[in-house]
């Protein structure tokens, strides 16, 4: 079957507050 | 991190609320795929927030669902390759 995601999507970045606690 | 829910997503403006479904599916598909992670989440958000919130409680959906999202991906870049040899 064909999905019906699109490949094209824009990119999702998490916030960099949570890239900071990761840290 | 206390568990998203439907009211908690009602009660946010639309795009807010696919940025709160975002960070919650972006730390569990990194897990799966972290190089193509950020690609795949925003591949995702693009579905129902209803489907979305079942995918966070089950695993087995949100990986069926990467994996897919993996294959159109590929298969999209493999097509981006032939058109560029041409």
Same mark, same amino acid.
């Given at each position: 079957?064909?999905?019906?995601?699109? $490949?094209?999507?824009? @990119?999702?970045?998490?916030?960099?507050? /949570?890239?900071?606690?990761?840290? | 991190?206390?568990?998203?829910?439907?009211?908690? /997503?009602?009660?946010? $403006?639309?795009?807010?609320? %696919?940025?709160? =479904?975002?960070?919650? =599916?972006? $730390?569990?598909? @990194?897990?799966?795929?972290?190089? /193509?992670?950020?690609?795949?989440?925003?591949?995702?958000?693009?579905?129902?927030?209803?489907? /979305?919130?079942?995918?966070?409680? +089950?695993?087995? +959906?949100?990986?069926?669902?990467?994996? @897919?999202?993996?294959?159109?991906?590929?298969?999209?870049?493999?097509? @981006?390759?032939?058109?560029?040899? %041409?």
């Amino acid at each position: 079957k064909k999905s019906t995601l699109n $490949p094209n999507a824009k @990119e999702f970045n998490p916030a960099k507050s /949570l890239l900071a606690v990761n840290k | 991190q206390e568990p998203l829910t439907v009211s908690m /997503l009602a009660s946010a $403006p639309l795009q807010e609320q %696919k940025h709160m =479904l975002g960070e919650r =599916l972006f $730390p569990l598909i @990194e897990a799966i795929h972290p190089t /193509l992670a950020a690609k795949i989440t925003g591949m995702l958000l693009e579905i129902d927030a209803s489907e /979305l919130l079942h995918m966070l409680e +089950s695993p087995e +959906s949100l990986g069926s669902k990467v994996d @897919e999202a993996v294959a159109v991906l590929q298969a999209h870049y493999a097509e @981006e390759a032939a058109q560029k040899a %041409k």
